[in-house]
Nanobody
Framework: QVQLAESGGGLVQAGESLTLSCVLS????????MGWYRQAPGHQRELVAY???????YYADSVKGRFTASRDNDGRSGYLRMDSLKSEDTAVYYC??????????????WGQGTQVTVSS
């Protein structure tokens, strides 16, 4: 069973940067994708950034040009670099990993979430 451990959240001022980390607790022989979601109070969880199994990335329009997703070569760790943070980026951020077998997602894991608070 893979578990995800997130870290890197905190309180920053608008315009500053943070980098979130997501580490898989165990190696997996399966191909994985990684996504980053966030949920602000009173709002639904939304996809912020996604890196597919081919390492191509997708970003929500609200963060495009400011956030960068990356992963280590072995796929055990992923990162979300967040620059030029705005107050509206305040939310709990979650890491999400899918394992694939034969091109089909077979397992899904979520991190515990990490709070990001941006003061204006």
């Amino acid at each position: 069973q893979v578990q995800l451990a997130e870290s890197g959240g905190g309180l920053v001022q608008a315009g500053e940067s943070l980098t979130l980390s997501c580490v898989l607790s165990a190696s997996t022989s399966k191909i994985t994708s990684m996504g980053w979601y966030r949920q602000a109070p009173g709002h639904q969880r939304e996809l912020v950034a996604y890196m597919n199994t081919g390492r191509s990335t997708y970003y929500a329009d609200s963060v495009k040009g400011r956030f960068t997703a990356s992963r280590d070569n072995d796929g055990r760790s992923g990162y979300l670099r967040m620059d030029s943070l705005k107050s509206e980026d305040t939310a709990v951020y979650y890491c999400n990993v899918h394992e694939y077998a034969g091109g089909i997602p077979v397992s899904e894991y979520w991190g515990q979430g990490t709070q990001v608070t941006v003061s204006s």
